[in-house]
């Protein structure tokens, strides 16, 4: 498999549900690095690092989301792969 890194940015009803804390916990499962971060405009932005498949399951997840979350749209853009430690939230 090929390692790569994905910046997704969600949309919808995201933030105050728990969005990123499962994210993390999602990422974490999957082997994935990177982070998740709230955003002004009410998204939520993820940046992802692994292997592709791995992305692939993420961006699914993120589609739905914890159950409490709303997802209305799931943005996808490749960005240049950085080595980065574990997975955080902010």
């Known amino acids: 498999m090929t390692t790569e890194a994905r910046r997704f ?8 549900v728990w ?3 499962s994210t ?11 982070y998740a971060v ?5 998204e939520v932005e ?3 690092c692994g292997e592709s498949g791995a ?3 993420l961006r699914d997840w993120l589609r739905q989301g914890p159950p409490m979350a709303k997802v209305d749209a799931v943005a996808e ?3 240049d ?3 980065l430690p574990g997975f955080t939230i902010g």
């Open 24 to 34: 993390r916990r999602e990422a974490q499962s999957l082997g994935i690095t990177g």
């Open 55 to 57: 992305l692939d399951a």
């Open 9 to 16: 940015v969600v949309s919808g009803r995201v933030q105050g």
């Open 46 to 48: 993820v940046l992802a």
């Open 19 to 21: 969005f990123r804390d």
């Open 81 to 83: 792969y950085r080595t």
């Open 77 to 79: 853009t490749r960005v």
């Open 38 to 42: 709230n955003l002004q405009s009410g």
